[in-house]
């Protein structure tokens, strides 16, 4: 099965060697987002629910340049740098679906890149 790579300015330039997202098949895997603004290539620095809308919308850029939705995700992986933010992100998130939620799991780590305290990645399906 070939793969497909998925990119839009929309979102944050990769900082490494990895794409924003890669299609394989009926699936896209979209590499973890952090609080990045793609206008300004500059790091949100406001609240955690600041943060968590800016990592949102950067999914939401990069689904849509596949020309899929939220409502395609099927499986996401919350990063946070403390549990204790849990509810203030999970509050945001939730408010990117409309329904029938993705399966997800939620991990505290020690530290995220740029020292960010949350990142979100996402498995969509092509097809509904």
Do not use: C, W
């Amino acid at each position: 099965m070939p793969k497909q790579i998925v990119k839009t300015e929309k979102a944050p330039a990769p900082i490494g060697p990895y794409n924003q997202a890669v299609k394989a098949g009926d699936l896209l895997f979209v590499s973890g987002q952090v609080a990045f603004d793609p206008a300004t290539n500059e790091l949100i620095q406001g609240s955690i629910k600041e943060e968590a809308h800016q990592v949102m919308k950067n999914l939401q850029a990069i689904l849509s340049e596949a020309k899929i939705s939220f409502d395609h995700v099927v499986k996401t992986t919350i990063f946070l740098s403390d549990m204790g933010l849990f509810s203030e992100v999970n509050e945001v998130y939730g408010s990117y679906f409309t329904g029938d939620y993705p399966a997800r799991e939620t991990v505290a780590v020690k530290t995220l890149p740029r020292n960010v305290n949350v990142e979100i990645s996402v498995i969509a399906t092509m097809t509904l």
